[in-house]
């Protein structure tokens, strides 16, 4: 295995101005891996219960995503539910029924923690240094986090950002972990706690990469029509980590070529519910995007 | 003359958690001249009051600002004074004063009607009108606007609009104007209302453009400490029609890089309080500028 990723699993109800679902593939390992299953083989940990459906297995089976680390246990899944308005930065949280993730004890298989590519998707920190323990052969890991453990476990996290290379985050969690409201202050501060490079995602605004001095920026992909923005931060994690673990580099062109490939995922992934554009999406699509970033960015050089 | 400016000058009270000025020079077309000065002479066009300190004449014209168009007269300046927090995307508005300002009638001498490049800064459309009436050179035409015209004079400010080639306006103005949430919609929209050049300010999140079914889009400069963003959206005006009018085309190359120029210029305004920095600013800052905004946006190609 080369990237391997530790994650919720889910089964959402979601409604936007333009529609709903129910019982659809959620968490964020099911958004990073298909996200990431587009530039290679993803080994895939987390938990599910009995009502879990087998055509869900399916679909990351069929893009390629490796599940013999996913747990699967008598009991429910984890249950997510939301609402949002047309302003698609708000959304209301109707639901949130851990059921067997709140047991989750995650387990890589010897081949998975090999891998040289890691990425610990939003689970308490704790956790993510459980896996990190096991992760023998990672050579770059990376990780998100959320409010909820910056307010609830901020010494369990600072552990984990002290052993990783890489975190990925939005701009309001920046501010709140950073205690600054200058996103830019954020990064650097952020990246004095451990983590060489920083990214922060900002929505429609785009996002940015931070390390040792150096910025990237890019726009976000300019859609006029957002079906569903629930798990568009871990196919940008996904894209981006996808693309380096199948580069096999870090390098400065590569990171930024990843935040593009990050961009570019989490700009299809909200063109509908659920999970649902990746059954469709294709390499040409996805390239096609990159160059489209390309030229919406290029920087002129005088006629 | 190679480009006019029409707008307001005023003496500004600002306070921002940094410190505070009274009585320093303010309005739109002050920060949008001091700024395009640094790429060839400004035509000025505006209205002072006899309290109106030589002091700020005498810094137009040492830009090589040209204040022929400058009406003195007697009363008093327009006054403006605010408050920014630490979160310097709010304001408060203590004082708006027009004094002289309200009874201003732009009256271009013959040389500036002559300028193929004109620039109507924020005032009521049906003045920008008026110095559209008078300027029979003008080839490039871009305009600003605010809130307070779209709500209270919707139907001049249309026509002013079907006339020019260009609006430059923030992004909540822009839902404003085109009335929908999502400002690449807006963008479409209002280019459809008459301007074939739409660019939409971001504040923090920087800038694009948009023409035709293209964007171009760029970042904001990354700065850790924004002293006062009082006139960041006019100097980002000047820097833009700064540039076009000195490169004397309006090929989407040189509209990009003037987007980068007027980027640049907004970046160096709010790093001190009123026009300040334009006293110290050197061509060799503005070039390097450019050239980081280059680097923090290029285009990576794989190593």
């Known amino acids: ?32 891996s298909l996200a990431a299953s587009f530039f290679g083989r993803v080994g895939f940990v987390g938990i599910v219960g009995d009502d879990f459906p087998e055509s869900s297995v399916e679909l990351l089976r069929n893009h390629d995503v490796d599940v013999r680390g996913l747990q699967r246990v008598a009991g429910k899944t984890f249950r997510w539910a939301g609402r949002y308005g047309y302003d698609l930065n708000q959304r209301d949280t109707l639901l949130t029924e851990l059921n067997v993730f709140e047991h989750f004890r995650p387990e890589l298989p010897e081949d998975y923690a090999a891998a ?3 990425f610990l998707a939003n689970i308490h920190p704790s956790l993510q240094s459980h896996v990190l323990d096991q992760a023998h052969g990672a050579k770059f890991v990376a990780m998100d986090t959320m ?44 990246s004095a706690m451990g983590p060489r490079l920083v990214v922060v995602k900002r929505g ?24 569903d923005p629930t798990g568009a931060g871990d196919c940008f994690a996904g894209g981006f980590m996808g693309l380096i673990a199948a580069s096999g ?39 096609d995007r990159i160059a489209a970033f390309e030229a919406m960015t290029a920087f002129p050089t005088r006629a």
């Open 1 to 32: 295995m080369n990237l391997s990723v530790v994650g919720s699993v889910g089964l959402d109800d979601v409604e936007t101005p333009f529609g709903k679902v129910e019982l659809a593939l959620g968490g964020s390992a099911s958004y990073f």
């Open 147 to 190: 409010n909820f453990w910056i307010e609830g476990a901020l010494e369990d996290l600072k552990k984990v950002l002290a052993r990783v290379d890489c975190i990925v985050l939005n701009d309001s969690e920046a501010r709140q972990l950073a205690k600054t409201p200058n996103v830019i202050t954020a990064a650097k501060t952020i």
């Open 249 to 287: 580099d870090t390098s400065w062109p590569t990171l930024c070529h990843a935040v593009v490939a990050g961009s570019a995922l989490a700009s299809f992934s909200v063109e509908n519910f659920s999970v649902d554009r990746f059954r469709s999406l294709t390499q040409g699509e996805i390239q």
């Open 204 to 227: 429609e605004h785009g996002a940015f990469l931070y390390s040792e001095g150096n910025f990237f920026f890019v726009p976000a992909f300019p859609l006029e029509q957002v079906v």
């Open 116 to 118: 040289p590519y890691l």
